[in-house]
């Protein structure tokens, strides 16, 4: 879900919509696909963290992440209190509040020392971007290590499986998944009014 509401805005952003126009229409996009996918626990708890977000960035507010997720968390309960026993409830909620948690510690240990914002400054383009690359890999694989050691014992517990792979898989695959994912969403919206757009997207 958080894949498709960053691609709808970029879209949004690439067609020069207005930043409220781009709020509303992802928030309207993410409830449509949301239900599309059936509206499990998992979809509608990062549904609601988005169209929340969309909310608060509408009227100029800022949103505190825990904050989006208690709220998400509570309108699940209210929908069907038994959700607090599943497994993939739980295991979103759990992987969401790592991934926050992992975030804000980067974010307080993210200050650049001011010679090295001069060295920076003399790099090269293709340096750059390479340096980039590299601390944002570390980033994601320092966060999927986090989330895997987290959600392990109830993985473990319930399926009697564990995956250390997925440590790794997780950064290996996200660009692939993310052209999936909109692959397929484009099969979706196109296939039947441009066939051909379709048949491309479903090659994909």
Known sequence: ?????????GLCMFLRCSYRS???????????????????????????AVVFLSIARYFG??????????????LLLAIRTNYLWDTGTQLSFIAVAMLILVAGTKRDTA????LDRLLRSTESKWR???????????QSLFASLWVW???TPIVFYTFHVTSPVAMIMNLLLLVP???GLLSGLGVLILGTWLPFVGYLFGFI
């Open 1 to 9: 879900v958080e894949m498709v509401a960053l691609s709808i805005g």
């Open 22 to 48: 781009t709020l509303v229409i992802t928030m309207v996009s993410i409830i449509f696909y949301s239900f599309l996918c059936g509206a499990n626990a998992p979809v509608l708890r990062a549904m609601f």
């Open 61 to 74: 507010l800022n949103a505190n992440a825990f904050n989006l997720l208690f709220m998400a968390a509570f």
């Open 111 to 114: 200050k650049i020392d001011p």
């Open 128 to 138: 750059s971007l390479g340096r980039m690359m590299k601390e944002q890999s570390q």
């Open 149 to 151: 050691l987290i959600t």
């Open 177 to 179: 998944l993310w052209v």
